[in-house]
T-cell receptor, first 111, second 114 residues
Framework: DQQVKQNSPSLSVQEGRISILNCDYTNSMFDYFLWYKKYPAEGPTFLISISSIKDKNEDGRFTVFLNKSAKHLSLHIVPSQPGDSAVYFCAAKTGANNLFFGTGTRLTVIP | EAEVAQSPRYKITEKSQAVAFWCDPISGHATLYWYRQILGQGPELLVQFQDESVVDDSQLPKDRFSAERLKGVDSTLKIQPAELGDSAMYLC????????????FGSGTQLSVL
């Protein structure tokens, strides 16, 4: 049973425009959410996170929004740059339990 | 910046052979994780260590997989015998504590079983 879902396997965006990556979850006990970025042949690298007590967290060009009632979070990248092209994984956890990852969305930023 | 070290980067083996992967977490990180990522899917936890103790191995196929972290530092994941379906990226990650949300991942070992 996939507790974290990323329904868009791929997304293409023009350089300079906004990229919006979406993630849905089913477990209402999740209290922390993270986004990881993965380049080919490398391990995932942490990008940004948000606690369930917040609805928005911003770090430079990256903003994560959390809608607990809809069990939905999104990652906004503004402006998008070619170097942002990677696979983005949404992940969620409860307390000290392990991370549950989504299946990833491949973002391509077109110069 | 400190990194999680993994070796080898790539491993090709024939089915029924034994394979082993090694991981050295970031110094001072008490919690170590082994994840498996099948192509097109997200990473899935195989085993979680707190120091030298296993705290979660519920998804580890124990008939063929084993993991150890004898001194609470580096760790080895073994598969014996390897099966075709084991072909995947094996990722090691570490965090300062189990409650620390931020996991640091190594570059992984890409296993191909022929």
């Amino acid at each position: 049973d996939q507790q974290v879902k990323q329904n868009s396997p791929s997304l293409s965006v023009q350089e300079g425009r906004i990229s919006i990556l979406n993630c849905d979850y089913t477990n209402s006990m999740f209290d922390y959410f993270l986004w990881y970025k993965k380049y080919p042949a490398e391990g995932p690298t942490f990008l940004i996170s948000i606690s369930s007590i917040k609805d928005k967290n911003e770090d430079g060009r990256f903003t994560v929004f959390l809608n607990k009632s809809a069990k939905h979070l999104s990652l906004h990248i503004v402006p998008s740059q070619p170097g942002d092209s990677a696979v983005y994984f949404c992940a969620a956890k409860t307390g000290a339990n392990n991370l549950f990852f989504g299946t990833g969305t491949r973002l391509t930023v077109i110069p | 910046e400190a990194e999680v070290a993994q070796s080898p980067r790539y491993k090709i083996t024939e089915k029924s052979q034994a394979v082993a992967f090694w991981c050295d977490p970031i110094s001072g990180h008490a919690t170590l994780y082994w994840y498996r990522q099948i192509l097109g899917q997200g990473p899935e936890l195989l085993v979680q260590f707190q120091d030298e103790s296993v705290v979660d191995d519920s998804q580890l196929p124990k008939d063929r997989f084993s993991a150890e972290r004898l001194k609470g530092v580096d760790s080895t994941l073994k598969i014996q015998p390897a099966e075709l379906g084991d072909s995947a990226m094996y990722l090691c990650a570490s965090s300062r504590t189990a409650n620390n949300e931020k996991l640091f991942f190594g570059s992984g070992t890409q296993l191909s079983v022929l």
